[in-house]
């Protein structure tokens, strides 16, 4: 086994703190040869960490194959200075991987006791609302506009590995120790992109709340209601995003929202229907205990169909339950109203709760 330590360029391009105090976080990476730690080797596992003075890599490299257990050995005794594990995918890849190698190795480690922060799995649940065409890192740096040409991927290295087991050739062993290298310093590059669960899950301060209507040449004629939050969190690339009926647009802690109001007929379901009539004459529901009273042949048992009572106004859209009665257009319709008035959002806790609906909708995970 070979161990390789040196300082790191390893610049802070986002709040650490955010995450854990510096002495506790561990960056780290691994290079394998397959997919499974069951039936392929690991062969490289590298690190990134804070000594008190600045930032310090060290990688482990096996230079025979013999030498994996020693790697997991090193690697295991050394994470027991740390808290937390910083990784992109590692919940995944890395953490499993390295259990199955060191099952399959008789090594008696594990990660108990180590918190876990995946990059990948903290973004994910955003991908819609960022317009990530996939959840690659490299996915991940283009949005964030991040330019890193990888001249070699990580399954065209397990032949340069397999030839170096050969040869040893010190050319090939500077080419694996490079790479796993390059993307450990690369991972300052996509840690920016933790400000927007950050924003998303943060609370909001309602800043402004304005009615207006759309342009008499505009369809459909509803009214609008614009809103304004701040979030005490800042992103680091601005977004605009329409899903009828909200448009947002998301600049550094800003979030301006134009949320289509309905004018007109809606109806309130009420979910005990076995508790209640329905008169098609009025095409109303009205409960037992009045029904009881109208003529047999103007009522019918209602349906959770036909169950309602209807009313006529201004609704804002909700996305998730926050206010009671709710309203909808009919019995399928997903989205929910409430009755429009100026006190709904005069409380910051609902406020607030009505910016995250409004975020989770967007990101395609309504009610959240």
């Not at 890192?137 to 949005?143: D, H, L, M, N, P």
């Not at 840690?191 to 008499?216: G, H, K, N, R, V």
């Not at 007929?265 to 209640?276: A, I, S, T």
Request: charged fraction near 25%.
């Amino acid at each position: 086994m070979i161990t390789i330590k040196h300082p790191a360029d390893f610049p802070e391009t986002y709040p650490l703190d955010r995450i854990g105090p510096r002495k506790d976080l561990l960056f780290f990476d691994i290079e394998t040869t397959g997919f499974s730690g069951d039936t392929s080797q690991l062969y490289l596992i590298g690190c990134v960490y804070h000594d008190g003075f600045g930032w310090k890599l060290i990688q482990w490299f096996a230079d025979t194959r013999q030498a994996e257990a020693k790697l997991l050995d090193a690697f295991f005794s050394f994470m027991k200075r740390f808290k937390i594990l910083v990784h992109f995918n590692g919940d995944r890849f890395d953490i499993p991987y390295l259990e199955k190698c060191c099952r399959r190795l008789g090594l008696n480690h594990s990660f108990e006791g180590m918190k876990s922060l995946d990059i990948y799995r903290r973004v994910r649940p955003f991908r819609q609302l960022l317009g990530l065409e996939s959840m690659k890192q490299k996915a991940i740096e283009q949005f964030l506009g991040v330019s890193r040409e990888d001249k070699y991927s990580g399954g065209q290295l397990i032949e340069v590995y397999r030839d170096y087991l050969h040869t040893h050739d010190k050319r090939l062993y500077d080419l694996l120790i490079l790479h796993n290298e390059d993307d450990l310093k690369g991972m300052p590059a996509i840690l920016p992109i933790l400000s927007y669960p950050d924003l998303f899950e943060s609370d909001f301060t309602l800043s402004s709340l304005e009615m207006c209507t759309a342009p008499q040449d505009e369809m459909p004629s509803e009214p609008y209601l614009q809103l304004r939050w701040n979030s005490p969190f800042s992103v680091p690339v601005p977004l605009d995003c329409t899903l009828d009926p909200v448009s947002m647009e998301l600049l550094g802690n800003e979030i301006a929202c134009s949320i289509r109001l309905c004018q007109g007929q809606l109806k309130h379901f009420y979910p005990d229907y076995r508790d209640y009539y329905y008169l098609p004459f009025e095409d109303t529901a009205i409960h037992r205990s009045v029904g009881e009273y109208v003529d047999r042949s103007a009522r019918k048992k209602a349906t959770a169909k036909t169950c309602y009572t209807k009313k006529e106004g201004l609704f804002l859209p909700q996305f998730g339950p926050l206010w009671e009665p709710s309203f909808k257009e009919d019995y399928k319709s997903s989205l929910t109203y409430a009755a429009y008035s100026d006190e709904l959002l005069s409380q910051p806790q609902t406020a607030s709760a009505y910016a995250k609906q409004l975020l989770g909708w967007l990101a395609g995970q309504p009610g959240k």
